[in-house]
């Protein structure tokens, strides 16, 4: 590990203007390939107190031995001089989009005396006409296919043609007239290109002029009693529009332009790309890349448009590109882009109407692609056992963690706190194994010692598994562990949550299946940093288990904490087992989450109506509907409750003195002006109580 004052730069030596910088290790191989507006204020970032610097960083200038740099005139040239090293160096520290298959394109190879159309992958040639890029190269078939009864242009490869031509006979799409057939002279070269051109011209999305000129001469066909030449026609405009469906009009005004989405965690983003030409969908591709430096969303977006647009000229480049972030600073690089086309391109945020509305669906296809990505990424077993290995490495295990379990604390301002618990088998979910608990201890918000109540009461259900099937017996007592467990519980204050864990699982084990909490992980991760670990390693501590490993894994920087550890444990950015910690943690914290706003729902939802024995939802619905309010019940007679049908006497007195003793509700209240409104007849949740616009918890703090 080099130390980066060992090739600082002196003093004075940085120019400050704009430029491209080269870091290089210690064989001369370029690792990062950067821009800057000033080079000197540039560099000067990365030759700090280590200690300041993001992880990725950090990893990145102690790999590095050297630093070089070229000065520009402007920032549109250090962007596309910064292109051009990328492509060349390929600089292992820099994002670089991977994908997993090249995007076949429907080609119209106009360089050609007789124009062919085909499916075509890799580079663009020069004199080529491009459509796409597709999803599937059958999707390109099936499109052609429907066209050529209209437009019969050539498809065979430069071989069949020839033999075609020497021999004098067409191939079989010539004898069914999906083919012109120029190779035998039945059209001339300038009426086959002539062809060719339609094609381009409906596939670019001028359509609609086209269809009008046949149903015309269907018409006209028809008067003049040539009805099969008009059967024929009829039968071509089926196809064309049959063509059009495939990509529906998702923009009316016919517009041209580029929609880049990304998503993103603290590891990998995915970038999807929707290319819309006349206001249709003509084609879709993605990228997956890891994020091997401190980046944001704008510079993701820079990257995308640099790989996107690198390689293209003309109307390649569309008038308009919607993004989800702006590049810093977004003019050379929308200087860059309309020196491309040749011409103006805006690079916006689409704020309003239809095209956000696509800004979204693209949005969530990128989500999908990551999720799908990692989905991959999980299932496959020798990952996962790398992953497994490189935990057990890093924590200092005698063997690989099989099964993991994951904590995490939820609460909305210190109320509804709740934990969850994810079990991961052999680096997977076992969702038939996540448990939910309710903080019962203490009441407030404090996530350490609701972790250290979390921990005692999932293993002291563990230890009293294993005493009652006699794998262990403290001391010799029959029933010594359940009564020190009582004790222990009363002691911190967790008795009651611990006994209603009893009540819910039992510990009966009638059916000869292992109980819930019957298996010990090998390991135990907390979300949070060394408090959480701490509380965690004390309490298993207290419970004398020291056969089970403790980490947390903190989200700012994804360091991992062991207990009685002053520094964390950080793992490379690349490992699989980073990926795997992550993977469980965000997996607990989602579990956790949803629960707390399950339970918190149904705290909103309650009414005193619930307390009444005997009172189901029928007659409560039936109570509301005659009084219309919670409000005008409760102010209510006996008689009058009692003119309710199936509403007994006897039944409206318990009734009334459930509402009497019941804390009559807050008023709605408008979030926008504060003013207090009065209740109205039907402005009820399921519970009775009025129901106000937007989420009041939500307002009043941020979930953990």
């Given at each position: 590990m080099a130390d980066p004052s060992s090739y600082r730069p002196k003093p004075g030596q940085i120019p400050d203007s704009p430029g491209v910088y080269r870091f290089r290790d210690e064989h001369r191989r370029v690792i990062y390939v950067g821009k800057a507006k000033s080079l000197r204020q540039r560099l000067a970032n990365y030759f700090q107190d280590l200690t300041n610097l993001h992880p990725r960083t950090r990893t990145m200038v102690t790999t590095a031995a050297s630093v070089e740099w070229t000065v520009v005139s402007t920032e549109v040239e250090a962007l596309q001089l910064e292109y051009s090293w990328i492509k060349e160096f390929?600089?292992?520290?820099?994002?670089?989009?991977?994908?997993?298959?090249?995007?076949?394109?429907?080609?119209?190879?106009?360089?050609?005396?007789?124009?062919?159309?085909?499916?075509?992958?890799?580079?663009?040639?020069?004199?080529?006409?491009?459509?796409?890029?597709?999803?599937?190269?059958?999707?390109?078939?099936?499109?052609?296919?429907?066209?050529?009864?209209?437009?019969?242009?050539?498809?065979?490869?430069?071989?069949?043609?020839?033999?075609?031509?020497?021999?004098?006979?067409?191939?079989l799409l010539g004898y069914i007239g999906k083919c012109s057939a120029p190779c035998v002279g039945r059209v001339d070269p300038e009426e086959h290109r002539e062809l060719a051109e339609e094609f381009c011209d409906f596939m670019a999305g001028r359509t609609g002029t086209y269809l009008r000129?046949?149903?015309?001469?269907?018409?006209?066909?028809?008067?003049?009693?040539?009805?099969e030449r008009a059967a024929r026609l009829r039968d071509d405009i089926e196809a064309l529009r049959k063509a059009m469906e495939k990509n529906a009009v998702v923009l009316a005004d016919a517009t041209d332009a580029d929609l880049i989405a990304v998503a993103e965690d603290e590891l990998e983003a995915a970038v999807q790309i929707f290319h819309v030409r006349g206001g249709r969908v003509r084609g879709q591709r993605g990228w997956v890349t890891d994020k091997v430096e401190e980046i944001t969303t704008g510079a993701l977006v820079e990257h995308a448009l640099q790989q996107l647009y690198g390689e293209e000229k003309g109307d390649s480049v569309p008038k308009e590109v919607l993004v989800p972030a702006l590049p810093d600073?977004?003019?050379?690089?929308?200087?860059?882009?309309?020196?491309?086309?040749?011409?103006?391109?805006?690079?916006?945020?689409?704020q309003r109407g239809d095209k956000k509305a696509l800004m979204e669906t693209v949005q969530r296809n990128a989500q999908q692609a990551l999720v799908l990505h990692k989905t991959k990424r999980a299932s496959d077993l020798t990952t996962r056992s790398r992953a497994l290995e490189e935990i057990a490495e890093a924590l200092d295990l005698d063997s690989a963690p099989l099964r993991i379990e994951c904590?995490?604390?939820?609460?909305?301002?210190?109320?509804?706190?709740?934990?969850?618990?994810?079990?991961?088998?052999?680096?997977?979910?076992?969702?038939?194994?996540?448990?939910?608990?309710?903080?019962?201890?203490?009441?407030?918000?404090?996530?350490?010692?609701?972790?250290?109540?979390?921990?005692?009461?999932?293993?002291r259900r563990y230890l009293a598994e294993k005493e009652k099937t006699g794998e262990w017996v403290e001391d010799g007592h029959e029933d010594g562990l359940a009564g020190e467990a009582t004790a222990a519980l009363q002691a911190d204050g967790t008795q009651a949550g611990f006994q209603a864990d009893l009540e819910m699982d039992g510990l009966k084990n009638e059916d000869g299946r292992p109980k819930k909490f019957a298996y010990p992980p090998q390991l135990v991760v907390v979300d949070g940093g060394q408090p959480q670990v701490a509380a965690a390693k004390r309490a298993l501590d207290e419970l004398g288990i020291d056969d089970v490993a403790v980490c947390g894994l903190a989200k700012r920087l994804e360091e991992v904490w062991l207990p009685d550890e002053d520094d964390p444990v950080v793992l490379p950015r690349t490992s699989e087992g980073l990926y795997l910690l992550q993977r469980v943690r965000d997996e607990a914290h989602r579990f956790a989450i949803t629960y707390q706003r399950t339970k918190r729902a149904k705290r909103f939802r309650s009414s005193p109506l619930d307390d009444v024995p005997?009172?189901?939802?029928?007659?409560?619905?039936?109570?509301?509907?005659?009084?219309?309010?919670?409000?005008?019940?409760?102010?209510?007679?006996?008689?009058?409750?009692c003119e309710v049908p199936g509403i007994g006497r006897k039944t409206a007195e318990t009734i009334a003195v459930a509402l009497a003793q019941a804390a009559p509700a807050a008023p709605a209240v408008n979030t926008a002006t504060g003013e207090i409104m009065e209740e109205e007849p039907g402005t009820m949740g399921s519970g009775g109580d009025p129901v106000t616009t937007g989420a009041p918890d939500e307002r009043r703090g941020q979930e953990t």
């Open positions: 390929d600089p292992r520290f820099n994002v670089k989009y991977r994908d997993d298959k090249s995007y076949p394109y429907l080609a119209v190879t106009m360089n050609e005396e007789f124009p062919r159309v085909q499916v075509m992958r890799g580079h663009k040639r020069k004199g080529v006409r491009y459509f796409g890029p597709y999803a599937h190269a059958w999707a390109i078939r099936d499109t052609v296919d429907l066209l050529l009864r209209v437009f019969p242009v050539r498809t065979c490869s430069a071989g069949v043609f020839k033999n075609a031509a020497r021999t004098g006979r067409p191939c000129r046949l149903e015309k001469r269907m018409t006209e066909a028809a008067e003049e009693m040539e009805y600073p977004v003019e050379p690089v929308q200087e860059w882009l309309a020196d491309r086309r040749g011409s103006g391109v805006s690079l916006r945020i689409p904590y995490d604390i939820s609460h909305l301002q210190g109320d509804d706190v709740v934990a969850s618990m994810v079990v991961f088998e052999d680096g997977l979910q076992r969702k038939s194994e996540y448990r939910r608990f309710q903080i019962k201890g203490f009441e407030g918000q404090d996530d350490v010692r609701s972790m250290h109540e979390v921990i005692t009461r999932r293993f005997g009172l189901g939802d029928t007659r409560k619905q039936a109570l509301l509907k005659h009084f219309g309010s919670l409000k005008r019940l409760r102010s209510a007679t006996i008689d009058q409750i």
